[in-house]
């Protein structure tokens, strides 16, 4: 059985300053690029069958700066739409409303480009990219190139866990994670590996 190779993309400058970017396309910062181009040495050993990415630039440049070759994007891997905080920064969020916390109290609405989403559509987005996969991990390793927070959730319904688990993995930018099985139950195999310097 193959593992899921989960990649956040690299820095760009809303991850930088903490903005959240949901369907903003902007692209990677030169670290960002550097960061990615890092990655390569370690998924160039892996025996990888396939791999998707989020259609977002800043995902596809990572792709191919790694070294993973016929990325396939899905739009189901966009990060989590933000609707009406797309852009923000949690202090700003704050402002308006107090301890606000994504993983609790989600997101507004925002304009046509970003409606927002709540994170069980965010869930059911992730749980469909993991039905496509799985049947390709019996041949090999899968890569997954996307953002913070979708891959975060998609991560705890590996784990048959509730989307809101998502919150107790921190995954940087730039950084890999592998997701495999243990006595045929899913498991983390790595978390938030960074780039080797």
Known sequence: MGDLIVLRHGETEWSQSGQHTGRT??????????????????????????????P???AVTTAAFAGLSNAQPDADLWEWDYGGYEG???????????????????VIPGDAQHPGETIEQVAQRTDRVLARVAPLLPTGDVALVA????????????????????????????TISTLGTEHDLPVITSWNVPPPR
């Open 147 to 174: 953002h913070g927070h979708v891959l975060r959730v998609l991560t705890a319904r590996y784990l048959q866990l509730d989307p809101v688990g998502g919150r107790l993995f921190r995954l940087d930018t730039g």
């Open 88 to 106: 923000l920064t949690t202090p700003q969020i704050q402002e308006t409303r107090p301890h606000w916390y994504l993983w609790r109290d989600g």
């Open 25 to 54: 396309d902007i692209p990677l910062t030169h670290r960002g690029e550097e960061a990615a181009k890092a990655l390569a040495p370690l998924l160039h050993h892996r025996h990888i069958v396939a791999t998707f990415t989020s």
């Open 56 to 58: 977002a630039r800043r």
